[in-house]
C-alpha cells in the first residue's frame, strides 16, 4: 500500500510557541491529505481537509487561526499549531488518498506525532 | 451527518477464538467501509474495506460483512494471535473525495 510518513513522531514545546508537523506522501502524489486529532483512548476526529493549491476546509468548532495547514505541494501538507496551549496536547495524524489503482476512496495514514505542550 | 457506533468498546478473547465487531451506520449515502487496526502510538493501518455493492469479503483470517439495508457492518477475526491485539475502529463514507467517519474503537485483547 502507499506510505505516508510524519515528522516529527513526537514534540514537547512551551505554552505559547508554534509547532510544525509535516505530512509526506512517499510514494505518491495526493492533491487532497486530511488531518486527525485523536485524545487517549478516543476516536479518530477530523480536524481539516487539505487541499494542495488551495485553502484547506475545516471542520466545524476547529479553529482556522489556530491550526494552519499549507499543502504547498502534491507530495506535502503542513499543520502549524499557533500559540500552543496544553489543551492542545494530542495525537495529531495525517492521511492521504493515493489517486492511483482501483481505490481512490482508501486513506492510508501517517504514523502520528505526539504533541505535548507544557 | 454520519453517525457511526461501535461495539464492543472492548473485547478479550483467548488465542485461537473468534472475535467479531460489530459496527452501524446512519447515512444511507455512504457506500465504502473501512476497517483499520491502530496499534498503541502509531497510525491506523487499514486492514480490509468493503463496498455497497458487496456483501462480504474475505482476506486470510479476516472478514468484513455488510447488511446494507440494516445499515450494520462487521469485522470478524478467526484463529485470534496476541498479534491481533490492538484497537480497531470501523468508518463510513460515500466514497470518492467525501469525509469518512470513524466509529468509537474497540480494544481487542488476545489471550495467551
Known amino acids: 500500500g502507499a506510505v505516508v510518513s510524519q515528522h516529527p513522531s513526537w514534540v514537547i514545546c512551551k505554552s505559547g510557541t508554534s509547532v510544525k508537523i509535516e505530512c509526506r506522501s512517499l510514494?505518491?502524489?495526493?492533491?487532497?491529505m486530511f488531518w486527525y486529532r485523536q485524545f487517549p483512548k478516543q476516536s479518530l476526529m477530523l480536524m481539516a481537509t487539505s487541499n494542495e493549491g488551495s485553502k484547506a476546509t475545516y471542520e466545524q468548532g476547529v479553529e482556522k487561526d489556530k491550526f494552519l495547514i499549507n499543502h504547498a505541494s502534491l507530495t506535502l501538507s503542513t499543520l502549524t499549531v499557533t500559540s500552543a496551549h496544553p489543551e492542545d496536547s494530542s495525537f495529531y495524524i495525517c492521511?492521504?488518498?493515493?489517486?492511483?489503482?482501483?481505490?481512490?476512496?482508501?486513506?492510508?495514514f501517517g504514523p502520528g506525532t505526539r504533541l505535548t505542550v507544557l | 451527518g454520519e453517525n457511526v457506533e461501535q461495539h464492543p468498546s472492548t473485547l478479550s478473547v483467548q488465542e485461537g477464538d473468534s472475535a467479531v465487531i460489530k459496527c452501524t451506520y446512519s447515512?444511507?449515502?455512504?457506500?465504502?467501509f473501512p476497517w483499520y487496526k491502530q496499534e498503541l502510538g502509531k497510525g491506523p493501518q487499514l486492514i480490509i474495506d468493503i463496498r455497497s455493492n458487496v456483501g462480504e469479503k474475505k482476506d486470510q483470517r479476516i472478514a468484513v460483512t455488510l447488511n446494507k439495508t440494516a445499515k450494520h457492518f462487521s469485522l470478524h477475526i478467526t484463529e485470534t494471535q496476541p498479534e491481533d491485539s490492538a484497537v480497531y475502529f470501523c468508518?463510513?463514507?460515500?466514497?470518492?473525495?467525501?469525509?469518512?467517519?470513524f466509529g468509537t474503537g474497540t480494544k481487542l485483547q488476545v489471550i495467551p
Open positions: 447515512d444511507s449515502a455512504s457506500n465504502y
Open positions: 510514494d505518491f502524489q495526493a492533491t487532497t
Open positions: 492521511s492521504a488518498r493515493d489517486p492511483r489503482g482501483v481505490s481512490t476512496d482508501t486513506q492510508y
Open positions: 468508518a463510513a463514507s460515500p466514497g470518492g473525495y467525501q469525509k469518512v467517519t
